[in-house]
């Protein structure tokens, strides 16, 4: 049985952009805002968990190679992705990894707590914020601190993007 294993390390910037629609006034706790960002930051932790899963499982990359796009991924950049995987779906095998991150997952909440605004741009509608997520699953709790950015896009949507968690 694969055990979920929260595993906290450096941040280190990249970005993550997400957009959906959104009606309120901005603020970096809106719920839009925030909902988007815990969607951010769970799909991060999905990415993680795949990496995690793989590299420990016997056998579980290698279902991967049939996949050019996913081999080139791991050549150049080390890790490969939930979404990777789900694209080089070569069968009920690669179905059976991809079930088993979910369940993975399914073990996980992901949250916000103590949001800040930092900066705020009425020019170009944007806030610039921080806050601390609160990662948890059954064996373990986390708090990291996160910096983020919303702004309205013209069709009125929102886009958030953050530094990566990991």
């Known amino acids: ?3 979920a294993v929260l595993t906290i390390t450096a941040i280190f910037p990249a970005i993550i952009f997400s957009a959906c629609s959104f009606s309120e006034p901005l603020s970096c706790s809106s719920d839009g805002v925030k909902v988007t960002t815990i969607e951010l930051m769970t799909d991060q932790i999905r990415d993680q968990e795949a990496n995690i899963y793989l ?3 016997p056998g579980a990359g290698r279902l991967l190679l049939h996949s050019d796009v996913a081999t080139k991924k791991m ?3 080390g ?4 979404q990777d ?3 080089a779906n070569n069968g009920p095998k690669v179905q059976a990894i991809l079930d088993k991150i979910d369940a993975i997952m399914d073990g996980y909440q992901v949250s916000m707590q103590n949001i800040r605004t930092t900066a705020v741009d009425e020019a170009v ?3 610039n914020c921080e806050a601390e997520a609160v990662l948890s699953n059954p064996e373990r709790t986390a708090t990291v601190p996160i910096v983020y950015k919303a702004q309205v896009t013209d069709d009125e949507g929102i886009y958030v993007s953050m530094d990566r968690l990991f």
């Open 1 to 3: 049985m694969q055990k």
């Open 55 to 57: 590299t420990q499982t």
């Open 75 to 77: 050549l150049v950049t």
């Open 79 to 82: 890790d490969i992705g939930y």
């Open 85 to 87: 995987i789900v694209n």
């Open 125 to 127: 509608d944007s806030v």
